[in-house]
T-cell receptor
């Protein structure tokens, strides 16, 4: 089966600019996750979707980050305006509705550099 | 609060030797799952092994096995017959909250394999 697709692979922007990341999960996976991985740290969950709905966005900085998952398939994560501390790898993952008990499938991530 | 702690920022092993990576965790949940993920330079998180908390038997996947000590809240990963391709970051993960739960990670251990 095809894996989790993410784009772009790299992005460099200036602070205060906006940026968007795209994720296409594995076909049929109801649950989609966005993680932020700052250099030297483990991934931190930003938001979890199940189908179209948000399950958990408690760690999403909502003043600048937004995410949507239209039609329960693809998802976009947006940052506006970006700050220097947003430099990180943004990982998307997906799982079947009960698959979270069996691990998630991750994409290769987008490396964001804010200068 | 749920936490995952990896106390070894870096480890090194000789090719063909055995290495053990440590992980401790804390959760008030009775039903949870533990994971080890591998992250090579490609950035994609790859599931190595999983353990259900209610199972006393330690999980094994080929050269990878775990030592799960529930009372001590310890979950170490043993890699036998280490290969050059095992070099990567390894993250311990805790999934709580059942099928709607999410996965939290430790800070990771960087494993180097010497030829």
């Amino acid at each position: 089966e095809a894996g989790v697709a993410q784009s772009p692979r790299y992005k460099i922007i200036e602070k205060r600019q906006s940026v968007a990341f795209w994720c296409n999960p594995i076909s049929g996976h109801a649950t989609l996750y966005w993680y932020q991985q700052i250099l030297g740290q483990g991934p931190k969950l930003l938001i979890q979707f199940q189908n179209n709905g948000v399950v958990d966005d408690s760690q999403l900085p909502k003043d600048r980050f937004s995410a949507e998952r239209l039609k329960g398939v693809d998802s976009t994560l947006k940052i506006q305006p970006a700050k220097l501390e947003d430099s990180a790898v943004y990982l998307c993952a997906s799982s079947p509705i009960t698959g979270s008990l069996y691990g998630y499938t991750f994409g290769s991530g987008t490396r964001l550099t804010v200068v | 609060a749920q936490t995952v702690t990896q106390s070894q920022p870096e480890m090194s092993v000789q090719e063909a030797e055995t290495v053990t990576l440590s992980c401790t965790y804390d959760t008030s949940e009775s039903d949870y799952y533990l994971f080890w993920y591998k992250q090579p330079p490609s950035r994609q998180m790859i599931l190595v092994i999983r353990q259900e908390a209610y199972k006393q038997q330690n999980a094994t996947e080929n050269r990878f096995s775990v030592n799960f000590q529930k009372a001590a809240k310890s979950f170490s990963l043993k890699i036998s017959d280490s290969q050059l391709g095992d070099a990567a970051m390894y993250f311990c993960g805790l999934n709580y909250g059942g099928s709607q739960g999410n996965l939290i990670f430790g800070k990771g251990t960087k494993l180097s394999v010497k030829p």
